[in-house]
């Protein structure tokens, strides 16, 4: 099995900077895509950033230009530098890992998630 551990979550005001990490762990032979997402309260889960094992990176057009999406593919770990934040960026923070288990199942999985709250 891959677990995903997210970390860095927490209340910001608007304008502000949080970090996001999710290291992946567990039996793990090869991360393909690691992409992180969103849900607010009421909203369907939306994708925030995806980067390949390749380096190839895409955003929403809602965080284009405030947030940088990062891997460290020796760690087996996906950043989300989180810049410029809005209220509307209020959600809690998903990361999905497209993995290859050593026993050739490859699947998504998917952490916790950690709860981001813009607010004054």
């Known amino acids: 099995q891959v677990q995903l551990v997210e970390s860095g979550g927490g209340l910001v005001q608007p304008g502000g900077s949080l970090s996001l990490s999710c290291a992946a762990s567990g039996t793990i032979y090869s991360i393909y895509v690691m992409a992180w997402y969103r849900q607010a309260p009421g909203k369907q889960r939306e994708l925030v950033a995806v980067?390949?094992?390749?380096?190839?990176?895409n955003y929403a057009d809602s965080v284009k230009g405030r947030f940088t999406v990062s891997r460290d593919n020796a760690k087996n770990t996906v950043y989300l530098q989180m810049n410029s934040l809005v209220p509307e960026d209020t959600a809690v923070y998903l990361c999905?890992?497209?993995?290859?288990?050593?026993?050739?199942?490859?699947?998504?999985?998917w952490g916790q998630g950690t709860q981001v709250t813009v607010s004054s």
């Open positions: 999905k890992a497209n993995a290859l288990s050593t026993n050739y199942v490859r699947k998504d999985y």
């Open positions: 980067v390949t094992s390749g380096g190839t990176i």
